[in-house]
């Protein structure tokens, strides 16, 4: 991009966190409800300060920042250059979250940890099988999983009841009144 007059990048404020946005990083534009969306992530993981949480396609870091006051330690992985880097600058200050820039099912695999909770937050498309398996495999307690898709958040969360995970429940977030845009925000527990 090529940047005409003023900043090379946007500053937005969620739940009184500030956010360094790029250009080419995705970012929530209804700031309002990016703040709701971060509260029901928040009352969905009910974080302690023993928790270590993993943030899977963390962006500019939303969730990351905000669990981040609760949580021992938070592990986020995003595959945007522009979104790990725009992240590296918004968690400077904490010294509880550690970034990996690479894909899910590459990243996730090699994260060394007991993960207690999990954000999912992936792109449209949801998560893809090899994503969903290494998060299997890790077996966190909780999920908040976010999504922009009704149907491939269905269908994830098929695969994950499969396993020993039940859906506690859904609550959609109308991100643009008056169109089909709904981010929905989904709690799963593991049962054992």
Request: net charge negative.
């Amino acid at each position: 991009p090529v940047v005409v007059c003023g900043n090379d990048f946007l500053t937005e404020e969620v739940g009184g966190i500030r956010y360094h946005i790029s250009p080419d990083s995705f970012f929530q534009i209804n700031t309002l409800q990016a703040a709701v969306l971060v509260d029901l992530v928040s009352e969905a993981l009910s974080l302690n300060d023993d928790d270590v949480v993993a943030d899977l396609y963390c962006g500019v870091g939303l969730f990351t920042c905000a669990l981040a006051r609760v949580a021992r330690r938070i592990i986020g992985i995003e595959l945007s250059q522009s979104a790990v880097e725009d992240a590296q600058r918004n968690t400077a200050h904490l010294d509880n979250v550690e970034l990996h820039r690479g894909r899910v099912e590459d990243v996730l695999p090699n994260v060394d940890a007991v993960l207690d909770a999990v954000v999912l937050d992936p792109p449209r498309d949801g998560c893809t099988p090899q994503a969903l398996e290494s998060l299997i495999r890790h077996r966190p307690r909780r999920i908040a999983y976010v999504s922009c898709d009704p149907a491939t958040l269905a269908r994830d969360l098929r695969e994950l009841v499969k396993v020993n995970y039940v859906l506690r429940w859904v609550q959609p977030v109308d991100m643009f009144p008056q169109t089909f845009h709904v981010e929905s925000v989904a709690l799963l527990e593991r049962w054992e």
